[in-house]
């Protein structure tokens, strides 16, 4: 596992070079670019590393999007948390058909905007995406968070994260909600799959959703990033999940995982993240 600082350096030599390659060939080096890529037309800033990592191998976290080929079926009701520009939205729309849905939660203004353009672009997947400007947690009385992580951008600057090179962006315009009062509101009868990437904040989302998991034993694929989340809390979600029946597999090679949260944890070395395949046998 690399760690996240380490694939966002890799990421700022990779720009370097296509802007390079780009000057040789006497191309502008324009930071927005507007290209298809495995059937799915974007809208790219360059100089961010989910963006970049779409231009450059045609997706973000390619392994996973390959996953998804397996387990998603047509007609499912997907729930992509923590959308960001849908790099995992828009894959997710295609698997699912035309009789699927996919809600997409995205919290800060900038990472959602640049989502509804992208929804925008491929007008065949758009009727099936539910786009929602939210912040999901654990009750839904607590307070919306002023900035949350969604852009990495691949230049260095002194507001990034320390370990994770990620900037905060304004939440602006969101609202507060957690999954069971969303599935309500709308009317969503069944729910199959869940992804789940919010940077440490992973444990109040789940707690916001214990009546979806409980009636309908989603399978889950989630970033587990210790190193964002207090050991206690880590502790608690891992026995939530294995309270509700869950296990855990290893999303690259489907390899199952201990259930005990301090082994899990000692699996994934500091400053790294271990997306995780959750399913449910209950």
Same mark, same amino acid.
């Given at each position: ?13 990779? /720009?370097?070079?296509?802007? $390079? ?66 790099? %995992? ?19 800060? $203004? ?50 990034? %994260? ?18 069971? @009062? ?14 789940? @990437?919010?940077? !440490?904040? &992973? ?12 009636? %309908? ?14 050991? &206690?809390?880590?502790? @608690? ?6 309270? /509700? !029946?869950?296990?855990? %597999? ?9 259930? @005990? $949260? ?19 046998? !209950?």
């Amino acid at each position: 596992m690399i760690k996240t600082s380490d694939k966002i350096f890799i990421a700022r030599l990779l /720009l370097h070079a296509v802007k $390079a390659v780009q000057t040789l060939l006497g191309k502008s080096n324009r930071n927005i670019a507007v290209v298809k890529r495995r059937g799915i037309r974007w809208n790219l800033d360059l100089n961010e590393g989910i963006d970049f990592s779409i231009y450059l191998i045609g997706g973000f976290e390619p392994r996973t999007l390959r996953l998804y080929q397996k387990i998603i079926k047509p007609g499912y009701t997907v729930l992509d948390i923590g959308a960001n520009v849908g790099s %995992h939205t828009l894959p997710l729309a295609r698997l699912v058909g035309n009789n699927g849905r996919v809600v997409a939660f995205e919290p800060t $203004a900038f990472a959602y905007r640049k989502l509804i353009v992208n929804i925008g672009l491929n007008p065949e997947l758009s009727p099936r995406i539910i786009p929602r400007q939210a912040m999901l947690v654990a009750d839904s009385r607590s307070r919306l968070l002023p900035g949350l992580f969604s852009s990495w951008p691949l230049e260095n600057s002194g507001d990034l %994260h320390e370990e994770h090179k990620g900037r905060l962006m304004d939440t602006s315009g969101a609202s507060v909600e957690t999954i069971d @009062d969303a599935v309500d509101r709308l009317n969503l009868f069944r729910i199959d799959f869940l992804k789940i @990437d919010v940077d !440490g904040y &992973e444990y109040p989302v789940l707690k916001g959703g214990l009546q979806t998991l409980k009636i %309908h034993k989603p399978s889950i694929i989630m970033e587990f990033a210790p190193y964002l989340i207090k050991l &206690e809390e880590f502790c @608690d979600m891992v026995e939530l999940l294995l309270e /509700l !029946g869950y296990r855990f %597999h290893n999303a690259n090679s489907m390899k199952q995982l201990p259930s @005990d $949260a301090h082994a899990l944890k000692n699996l994934i070395p500091p400053g790294a993240s271990l997306n995780i395949y959750c399913s449910c046998l !209950g």
